[in-house]
């Protein structure tokens, strides 16, 4: 049985790479659509106050007209307010009363030293107006009852049978009393006194209201509550063309739209459904692959980089469809610009853009209002990208944010107007979703890192933190080789100021320009910034230092990989000698030793040759720094012939040949480096001459 060659899976993706990218998008479009809801879609748009554009519809179909949000809340408040409150007759209070009564008239008539031949006769009399007043009902008045007046209605249940009641019908605890008094007919004045204090103790409330009941009776009452109003028949006409939609037609539109989606759900054919969405999807996903091959053919290139936008573009539909399946309240509680703000900062502006309008185009055919979803969606987009130029600082993500929420603000705000015609009309709960979803739009940050972690992409957060010298591996460069170090700092402030006016990444410039030479903490006395006495090369071969200088290269990609470096920066590295020959040693070979052969490639960096405009500037700013060393008398003569000269030799070594560096670029190039050594050399200018 033949063995399966190691590596085999890496030489197999080599050979199919080229297609895998079309497995993906594939991939991606079934994943899309598979998820998302399958029925027909509404056909029409319309809005309150605009004019019916299409021609007259005719219900195909009998359906109930929906009542409006408010007109079902005004049926609530009303059934509410109609509900009579619910009162208990107690028995019991009564008997417990009474009782008690009777046992302390006896002590109470005692202790007063009373008549005992009067005793009988005015007990069983006040007992007697007690049981009167007890059942006629004593109420315990609740004031949120009393909001019309002193007096109301409510329904009395007595014997299990409701009855409809006012309170003014019934005594309260004073005018309980009160008729106790006066129809208590007794001239001695002291038992009367006796009979009333004992009396005032035991004159309860028996008719309590029961806030249980009465709360499930409103309940019930608010769910009896029909949500619509009148039917629209089959054959009738729903709103004719060039006809104002106002209250009662849009209503009627709003019903139509509810009773077709909910008809479709079952009728309609899941597979051509399911194939309308294939074709819509694919499309949209089709001209992102486009937008790509024809202005990002890196990220073309790279499954990696197509593989993470494909999977922004699949999560955030699938957080929608998770969002319809589940009825989310609202779907502006999603936050959409998350996407842009991600790519923004990942790649570039124009990608964002046409990703998050692929992402909003999709979802405008699953959200209802889509005319007025994709204004919104788009316009907060537009705001996002516009407001992150560089993520160089934490707070520009919530001053990104504050930007997103004034746009969604102002959308909002024009729109309600436009509907509404009015101030006082306006709904401004319905502004909270949007503050919702810019709150989690800062979840952007945590998804950057994870982002670069997993696709190996490094945005301008990353670069900050590599640029940073108080990074472990600048400081050990620092450390081992403070020359290299030195002349490392001087590279990175001579290309960045290079890039930054030709247009480029500057952050990108900068932290290749820190570790392009982190190859010569291995053997930092071999280098001549790093040297205070005699060379070691001195005593070596030409052939042998040669190789021990191009080491360097083959050595700083090792390590910035071991330190999990991102491939944009060792790229740097790889460049920044491109194939030029280590000269000073192989021309010191060709005079000592001219009767030999020799391989020139034993002299020559392995390459590649610069492959952007980054690479290439930092190329031309490590070359001229180091020379710019050797100069004895560094005035402004001898600044300007060296950068000259080191910029025409690398045009003719074919270096620059891989660039998009323009002769243009090159003299700005040249100017900024011959003003930036003469500052670093302290060369005055003789203004004399310049005239």
């Known amino acids: 049985m033949a063995k399966i060659k190691k590596n085999s899976h890496k030489i197999l993706y080599r050979k199919y790479s080229s297609n895998l990218k079309y497995v993906m998008m594939v991939v991606c479009v079934l994943v899309i659509t598979f998820y998302l809801p399958k029925q027909p879609r509404f056909r029409y748009e319309f809005e309150k106050g605009k004019t019916w554009l299409n021609k007259d519809l005719v219900s195909p179909f009998s359906f109930a007209v929906l009542k409006t949000p408010q007109q079902i809340e005004a049926d609530k408040k009303t059934a509410v307010e109609n509900t009579l409150p619910i009162y208990q007759y107690v028995e019991d209070v009564f008997k417990e009363q009474g009782e008690a009564y009777l046992n302390e008239f006896d002590v109470k008539w005692k202790s007063n030293t009373l008549n005992e031949n009067e005793k009988e006769t005015n007990k069983q009399r006040s007992y007697q107006l007690l049981n009167t007043i007890y059942n006629k009902g004593i109420i315990d008045v609740n004031p949120k009852h009393q909001t019309k007046g002193k007096y109301y209605d409510f329904s009395l249940v007595k014997n299990n049978v409701s009855t409809k009641s006012n309170s003014q019908d019934l005594f309260t605890v004073e005018t309980a009393l009160v008729y106790l008094k006066d129809h208590l007919n007794i001239s001695n004045e002291a038992i009367k006194k006796t009979i009333i204090e004992l009396a005032e103790s035991h004159v309860k409330p028996n008719v309590l209201f029961d806030d249980a009941l009465t709360t499930t009776v409103q309940a019930n009452a608010i769910n009896s509550i029909s949500t619509t109003k009148g039917m629209v028949q089959k054959g009738e006409l729903i709103v004719a063309n060039e006809t104002v939609i106002d209250e009662e037609v849009y209503q009627k539109l709003v019903s139509f739209r509810e009773t077709y989606d909910a008809q479709t759900k079952s009728v309609g054919d899941d597979k051509l459904v399911f194939l309308g969405q294939v074709l819509l999807v694919g499309f949209i996903t089709g001209l992102l692959m486009v937008f790509l091959f024809l202005f990002r053919k890196d990220i073309y290139a790279d499954n990696r980089q197509l593989a993470l936008l494909l999977l922004v573009i699949t999560m955030m539909l699938l957080v929608l469809t998770w969002a319809i399946k589940f009825n989310l309240s609202s779907l502006y509680l999603i936050p959409f610009c998350i996407v842009p703000i991600i790519i923004r900062i990942l790649f570039d502006t124009r990608l964002a853009l046409n990703l998050h309008l692929l992402v909003i185009l999709i979802a405008g055919f699953f959200v209802p209002n889509s005319f007025e979803f994709v204004f919104y969606q788009t316009t907060a987009g537009m705001v996002a990208i516009y407001s992150i130029k560089n993520l160089v600082k934490r707070e520009q993500l919530l001053i990104s944010a504050a930007f997103i929420l004034s746009a969604y603000f102002v959308s909002f705000m024009g729109i309600a107007l436009l509907r509404e015609g009015s101030l006082g009309h306006i709904e401004w709960v319905n502004f909270l979703p949007f503050v919702f979803s810019v709150l989690l739009s800062l979840l952007a940050y945590p998804l950057i890192y994870a982002f670069e972690r997993l696709f190996g992409i490094t945005s301008d957060v990353a670069l900050i933190e590599l640029t940073n010298t108080n990074n472990k591996l600048l400081r050990e460069l620092a450390f081992k080789a403070p020359g290299t170090f030195q002349h490392s700092l001087q590279v990175a402030n ?198």
């Open 494 to 691: 001579l290309a960045e100021a290079a890039i930054f006016k030709i247009g480029g990444n500057a952050l990108l410039v900068r932290a290749g320009a820190l570790y392009h030479d982190i190859g010569k903490m291995e053997n930092p006395q071999y280098f001549i910034e790093n040297q205070t006495g005699v060379s070691p090369h001195d005593k070596l071969p030409y052939e042998q230092s040669a190789q021990i200088i191009i080491r360097h290269v083959h050595k700083g990609i090792e390590i910035t990989r071991k330190n999990k470096l991102p491939e944009s920066v060792i790229d740097f590295i790889r460049t920044h000698h491109g194939n030029t020959r280590v000269d000073y040693f192989y021309q010191s070979f060709l005079k000592n030793s001219p009767e030999k052969f020799i391989d020139e490639n034993i002299f020559r960096y392995p390459g590649p040759i610069p492959f952007s405009k980054e690479t290439g500037v930092l190329m031309l700013a490590d070359s001229v720094e180091a020379a710019s060393r050797s100069l004895k008398n560094p005035d402004a003569q001898n600044i300007n012939d060296l950068v000259e000269r080191i910029i025409n030799y690398k045009l003719e070594q074919n270096q620059l040949d891989n660039c998009d560096l323009t002769l243009k670029d090159l003299e700005t190039i040249k100017l900024i480096f011959k003003t930036m050594l003469m500052s670093i050399y302290h060369v005055r200018v003789d203004y004399s001459q310049t005239t």
